[in-house]
């Protein structure tokens, strides 16, 4: 169901993480796509990014949440999901065999982002880092 709680950019972005946890990641993309397309202005639109890149992601298409996640770190290096974008971009380039450009989106994760990438992300962030067999 739709929410609807009279605010239209997080009733939007509400249902496209809700597709997205009920891991319908087509219908998640389209919605989060158009919530990023509607409402540019939304104070949760690093975050609307991050989870697009995570639909796409979670969907086995690494190289499309590359770039996502790439731009969103990029384009809003002060979003609040924007370390997460870094870490979710090495992961999609470990699953893209690029062990190196995975293992320097974590270091530029723990440089750019030092005390969430020892506290909130730690644990993601130790687990990518096996994965790409970072050393």
Known sequence: AKPSTGNAAEDSYM???NLWEAKFYPEAQAQLQETIDKYPKYKRLSRTRNL?????LDDG??????????DNYKNDPRGERAADSLLFLG???ADLDKPVEACG???Q????YP????????????KGRARAKCS
């Open 15 to 17: 249902y496209g993480a």
């Open 52 to 56: 697009l890149g995570r639909a796409w």
């Open 61 to 70: 298409k690494p190289a499309t949440a590359v770039k996502i996640f790439y």
């Open 91 to 93: 992961y999609a380039l």
């Open 105 to 107: 989106s974590f270091d």
């Open 109 to 112: 994760l723990v440089k750019a």
């Open 115 to 126: 005390a969430e990438a020892k506290s909130r992300l730690a644990d993601r962030l130790a």
